[in-house]
Antibody, heavy 123, light 109 residues
Framework: EVQLVESGGGLVQPGRSLRLSCAAS????????MHWVRQAPGKGLEWVSG????????GYADSVKGRFTISRDNAKNSLYLQMNSLRAEDTALYYC????????????????WGQGTMVTVSS | SYVLTQPPSVSVAPGQTARITCGGN??????VHWYQQKPGQAPVLVVY???DRPSGIPERFSGSNSGNTATLTISRVEAGDEADYYC????????????FGGGTKLTVL
């Protein structure tokens, strides 16, 4: 069964850091690009970041560029999101999502999603 | 930055056809993906690359894309189709950033 399981969310003070993880199973992880998508409470979806199969192509939303860093460890079938200088507006449910392609020059759809991990930024 | 515009809500009676639009400047030149999200659940891809369906998605779900409007069409609507629907594209003019529409709440009357 294809599965993505996020972890690492929690309550954090503004200005602090948090690292999210996403464990993948049921497919050949290093064949595919991966993404983080977030959803603030009661709001719509927002793409956060994407990474190609070999980490050679990486992209960020303007709202997180310079503060968040996406990475992956293909040997561990894992995707990560290092979040620094967190703000109240980063409060959201963070989803890990699989791309049907390998990434690089273009990205595809989000064909598999995890259940998300909640990040709350508050003092 | 690229903007996608969806109607906040669409209502339809069971058995009828629902059409959810997604407007964007020359969106017909982009590949559009559609997601269904039910309350408390993760989104599910229902249409990709304008009009293709992932395995397991009923044929009642279809998509089209031309000019400045992409459309998700749900035929023979069922109560279980009630959900939020989001369109999504990649903005090649801004370093391939992902863009979502604001979402449309489909209500089955």
């Amino acid at each position: 069964e294809v599965q993505l399981v996020e972890s690492g969310g929690g309550l954090v003070q503004p200005g602090r850091s948090l690292r999210l993880s996403c464990a993948a199973s049921g497919f050949t992880f290093d064949d595919y690009a991966m993404h983080w998508v977030r959803q603030a409470p009661g709001k719509g979806l927002e793409w956060v970041s994407g990474i190609s199969w070999n980490s050679g192509s990486i992209g960020y939303a303007d709202s997180v560029k310079g503060r968040f860093t996406i990475s992956r460890d293909n040997a561990k079938n894992s995707l990560y999101l290092q979040m620094n200088s967190l703000r109240a507006e980063d409060t959201a449910l963070y989803y890990c999502a699989k791309d049907p392609g390998s990434g690089g020059k273009t990205w595809g759809a989000f064909d598999i999603w995890g259940q998300g991990t909640m990040v709350t930024v508050s003092s | 930055s690229y903007v996608l515009t969806q109607p906040p809500s669409v209502s339809v009676a069971p058995g009828q056809t629902a059409r959810i639009t997604c407007g964007g400047n020359n969106i017909g030149s982009k590949s559009v993906h559609w997601y269904q999200q039910k309350p408390g659940q993760a989104p599910v891809l229902v249409v990709y690359d304008d009009s293709d369906r992932p395995s397991g998605i009923p044929e009642r779900f279809s998509g089209s894309n031309s000019g400045n409007t992409a459309t998700l069409t749900i035929s023979r609507v069922e109560a279980g189709d009630e959900a939020d629907y989001y369109c999504q594209v990649w903005d090649s003019s801004s370093d391939h950033r992902g863009v979502f529409g604001g979402g449309t709440k489909l209500t089955v009357l």
